[in-house]
């Protein structure tokens, strides 16, 4: 009987559909057997050319996939030079006079596109780095409703039934720099999500029926006076501690903790140095959260939350951490790979102590996802390196698709969804 019931939690969460980013938990983490090989001719069940540009990740309910994307219409060389005086930054960005920011939904099964919905503009949006997108973060998807964020060029809410635009709202801004990057949660009837730009920094929260503001809290902590120092792009993660709900919002040069329900601050952790410009996802266990830094000088970091008194930094790692992917972590160990090289690193989640550091190649910004002790690593170039979970280094396949890969991976039963800047592919074993 207990063998039974296991098999069935097990195809049950395997059956799970993707409603975030990073999956149920937020993690990279699935029960499903994916396939450990594929190419374009291999593996394939369907393929389907996608329109626009964006690196949003695609979220699963039902018989639906859906994914954002961005209509772009460039500034005139005249119209970017004068906007760009305002730009302080020094990094490479490109400027429109318009996007148009969709919504796009395909047939799990057959491929077929079902809806390629406006659902808002902006005139002149902000600049945005050349790496990034109009349309990165990622959606969420809840009983019907899709849930879209696109930064300050706003947010919005889909009936997934009827693809009618229930809300939208473009009244919440701050200047990103670099465009938007940090993707929304859900709790209970709010959408939480980051707004840490240069100018100003806060978590705010909608109401998910109306899209009207709920809450906002400004971050507290101190940081650089420079304001390119003070972006940051992170998500937060929502997890129980002694049965109370806690946020856990990583932002520049702060961990910070607060209660979903009102935004109250509970506590607040200092990583210090010139932590900004965070992407990564924190992900926890064992008590602790992990967390990148960010740019500059990055570190791993592993802050004890529960059963302490005062949450703290339990070890730090300074070495080949990432800056954009999400780390990951099976088991008493945890992964990370480098924006550029693929360097892959595994820790002891415990005591921060290495295991191995081996270089996979290419250059990263999807998140890893773990299935079956593998884990995927999916490069810009279109590479993705299967490894075998543990603590010795094994390379299991890698595997090529056209296109740039941006985006991490979504799972659906035995499929995994990947989407390139060309196509969103459904693969599983023929």
Same mark, same amino acid.
């Given at each position: 009987?207990?063998?039974?019931?296991?098999?069935?939690?097990?195809?049950?969460?395997?059956?799970?559909?993707? =409603?975030?980013?990073?999956?149920?938990?937020?993690?990279?983490?699935?029960?499903?057997?994916?396939?450990?090989?594929?190419?374009?001719?291999?593996?394939? #069940?369907?393929?389907?050319?996608?329109?626009?540009?964006?690196?949003?990740?695609?979220?699963?309910?039902?018989?639906?996939?859906?994914?954002?994307?961005?209509?772009?219409?460039?500034?005139?060389?005249?119209?970017?030079?004068?906007?760009?005086?305002?730009?302080?930054?020094?990094?490479?960005?490109?400027?429109?006079?318009?996007?148009?920011?969709?919504?796009?939904?395909?047939?799990?099964?057959?491929?077929?596109?079902?809806?390629?919905?406006?659902?808002?503009?902006?005139?002149?949006?902000?600049?945005?780095?050349?790496?990034?997108?109009?349309a990165s973060p990622s959606p969420i998807i809840e009983n019907?409703?899709?849930?879209?964020?696109?930064?300050?060029?706003?947010?919005?809410?889909?009936?997934?039934?009827?693809?009618?635009?229930?809300?939208?709202?473009?009244?919440?801004?701050?200047?990103?720099?670099?465009?938007?990057?940090?993707?929304?949660?859900?709790? =209970?009837?709010?959408?939480?999500?980051?707004?840490?730009?240069?100018?100003?920094?806060?978590?705010?929260?909608?109401?998910?029926?109306?899209?009207?503001?709920?809450?906002?809290?400004?971050?507290?902590?101190?940081?650089?006076?420079?304001?390119?120092?003070?972006?940051?792009?992170?998500?937060?993660?929502?997890?129980?501690?002694?049965?109370?709900?806690?946020?856990l919002s990583p932002g520049s040069n702060w961990l910070y903790?607060?209660?979903?329900?009102?935004?109250?601050?509970?506590?607040?952790?200092?990583?210090?140095?010139?932590?900004?410009?965070?992407?990564?996802?924190?992900?926890?266990?064992?008590?602790?959260?992990?967390?990148?830094?960010?740019?500059?000088?990055?570190?791993?970091?592993?802050?004890?939350?529960?059963?302490?008194?005062?949450?703290?930094?339990?070890?730090?790692?300074?070495?080949?951490?990432?800056?954009?992917?999400?780390?990951?972590?099976?088991?008493?160990?945890?992964?990370?790979?480098?924006?550029?090289?693929?360097?892959?690193?595994?820790?002891?989640?415990?005591?921060?102590?290495?295991?191995?550091?081996?270089?996979?190649?290419?250059?990263?910004?999807?998140?890893?996802?773990?299935?079956?002790?593998?884990?995927?690593?999916?490069?810009?170039?279109?590479?993705?390196?299967?490894?075998?979970?543990?603590?010795?280094? #094994?390379?299991?396949? #890698?595997?090529?698709?056209?296109?740039?890969?941006?985006?991490?991976?979504?799972?659906?039963?035995?499929?995994?969804?990947?989407?390139?800047?060309?196509?969103?592919?459904?693969?599983?074993?023929?």
């Open positions: 009987m207990k063998q039974i019931l296991l098999t069935l939690i097990l195809v049950i969460s395997a059956q799970a559909d993707w =409603k975030q980013w990073r999956g149920p938990n937020g993690d990279g983490h699935t029960d499903a057997n994916l396939p450990t090989r594929w190419s374009e001719d291999h593996n394939v #069940k369907w393929r389907t050319p996608i329109p626009g540009k964006g690196w949003s990740s695609p979220v699963i309910e039902g018989n639906q996939i859906w994914f954002t994307t961005a209509f772009e219409t460039p500034a005139t060389e005249a119209e970017a030079k004068e906007r760009l005086k305002k730009n302080t930054g020094g990094v490479p960005v490109y400027v429109l006079s318009k996007v148009r920011l969709h919504a796009v939904c395909i047939d799990k099964q057959t491929g077929k596109l079902l809806h390629n919905l406006e659902i808002l503009v902006k005139d002149e949006p902000q600049w945005v780095h050349k790496l990034n997108s109009y019907g409703r899709l849930y879209c964020h696109f930064g300050a060029n706003g947010s919005a809410c889909v009936d997934t039934r009827t693809g009618k635009v229930v809300w939208r709202n473009q009244e919440v801004e701050v200047q990103h720099e670099n465009g938007p990057g940090s993707t929304p949660v859900l709790w =209970k009837d709010l959408l939480i999500f980051h707004m840490d730009g240069s100018d100003q920094q806060f978590v705010v929260a909608l109401d998910k029926a109306t899209g009207k503001e709920r809450w906002r809290t400004a971050r507290s902590g101190t940081m650089h006076e420079n304001p390119q120092l003070k972006k940051s792009y992170g998500t937060p993660i929502i997890r129980t501690v002694k049965d109370r709900p806690v946020l903790a607060y209660d979903p329900a009102s935004g109250k601050e509970l506590w607040k952790v200092e990583y210090g140095g010139l932590g900004f410009s965070l992407v990564p996802r924190p992900v926890t266990g064992h008590g602790m959260i992990f967390m990148s830094t960010g740019f500059m000088r990055a570190k791993l970091l592993a802050v004890r939350y529960e059963n302490t008194a005062k949450p703290d930094i339990v070890w730090s790692y300074a070495r080949g951490v990432s800056t954009q992917p999400s780390p990951l972590l099976v088991g008493d160990e945890l992964y990370f790979i480098t924006e550029s090289g693929g360097l892959v690193t595994c820790l002891d989640a415990h005591t921060g102590e290495k295991h191995w550091v081996e270089r996979i190649g290419g250059n990263y910004s999807a998140s890893p996802t773990h299935s079956n002790g593998r884990i995927y690593f999916h490069s810009r170039e279109g590479i993705t390196t299967v490894l075998q979970a543990g603590r010795e280094f #094994k390379v299991l396949a #890698k595997n090529h698709l056209e296109g740039q890969h941006m985006a991490s991976a979504a799972v659906d039963g035995n499929a995994i969804l990947l989407r390139t800047d060309k196509a969103l592919y459904r693969i599983e074993t023929e």
